[in-house]
């Protein structure tokens, strides 16, 4: 199965500590790699995670709080001194553009790439990018300003050749990819073998939602059916229910009840307030209403 990992590198809120790095995340699938938020530090924990800046074909920001954009112009800056020359493509709320422009044209004004700025509207779910591996559609969110998550859906993949048949029955290498495509193998003598012999089922397609800044949403299950791994802000516990109301963000309880309600696979905590200092309280919660809830931390890696 071709790997499809997510990268964290930031995954705390918006008061910087000495613990936790501002919002990053990084997909990676098929070996083309797309950023999700870009708070400040992010090009540090690139370097510490090892990840090829020039891989990145895009960045997805959730909406504009500092801790959600501020390392962005940043590493534009890098990209610049590093010598890119590919595109780089940036979704966004719309608010991002005459700043982003500005930024670009008085900190880097020789850039060698071009920075494509993509607005996308926050409050409708809908497809902003697709190539020939993915979808990427936005997830319509309730914070203090417009917000949207982003939902990563891996297109469906060929079916696997049977090695074993392919030698016995001596095909050709030149015929595998119409048996892939699902074609039939005529032998010599006219027998027909189906291609139902020839190759097993296509692996399954896989999905990664990521429902940055939010209030609880009852309905936001609706949206998430079955993802594969579900990343939801939890950024309290629920000793402190009425600030996460009054902020409009999200307890760690209900970022469970979100992925019970979804049917997902597995749910990643994240975007954790400065008072704590040990976040197993937010996994204890959580995974007293869904199980297979998990934290993160900088530099940790998740296979889909």
């Not at 939602?209 to 309905?219: F, K």
Request: hydrophobic fraction near 35%.
């Amino acid at each position: 199965m071709t790997p499809f990992r997510l990268y964290i590198l930031g995954c705390g809120s918006a008061l910087p500590t000495l613990r936790h790095y501002a919002t990053s995340q990084v997909i990676e699938l098929r070996g083309k790699q797309f950023m999700i938020d870009c708070g400040e530090g992010t090009q540090l924990q690139l370097r510490r995670s090892k990840i090829n800046f020039n891989k990145i074909q895009a960045v997805f920001i959730s909406h504009i709080h500092g801790d959600h954009c501020f390392g962005l112009i940043g590493m534009i800056s890098t990209f610049g001194l590093q010598g890119r020359t590919a595109p780089l493509h940036v979704y966004s709320p719309k608010e991002l553009e005459q700043m982003l422009t500005a930024q670009v044209s008085l900190f880097c004004p020789h850039l060698s790439f071009e920075v494509v700025f993509h607005s996308v509207d926050p409050n409708v779910q809908k497809v902003v990018f697709e190539d020939n591996s993915l979808t990427v559609e936005t997830i319509p969110l309730e914070h203090r300003m417009p917000c949207c998550g982003y939902l990563f859906r891996e297109k469906n993949t060929l079916p696997h050749i049977r090695r074993d048949m392919i030698d016995y029955l001596e095909i050709p290498v030149s015929q595998i990819n119409n048996i892939k495509m699902g074609a039939d193998w005529i032998k010599e003598d006219g027998t027909v073998v189906p291609n139902s012999e020839l190759v097993t089922p296509a692996d399954p397609p896989r999905s990664y939602a990521y429902c940055s800044d939010t209030r609880y949403i009852p309905t936001l299950h609706e949206r998430l059916k079955n993802v594969d791994l579900l990343y939801h802000e939890s950024t309290y516990g629920e000793d402190n229910l009425n600030r996460a109301e009054t902020y409009w963000h999200s307890t760690a309880r209900q970022a469970a009840l979100v992925a019970r309600d979804a049917g997902a696979k597995r749910l990643l905590l994240g975007h954790y307030s400065s008072r704590y200092q040990d976040e197993n309280v937010l996994l204890e919660e959580a995974r007293a209403v869904f199980k297979n809830t998990y934290l993160t931390d900088e530099n940790d890696v998740f296979d889909i």
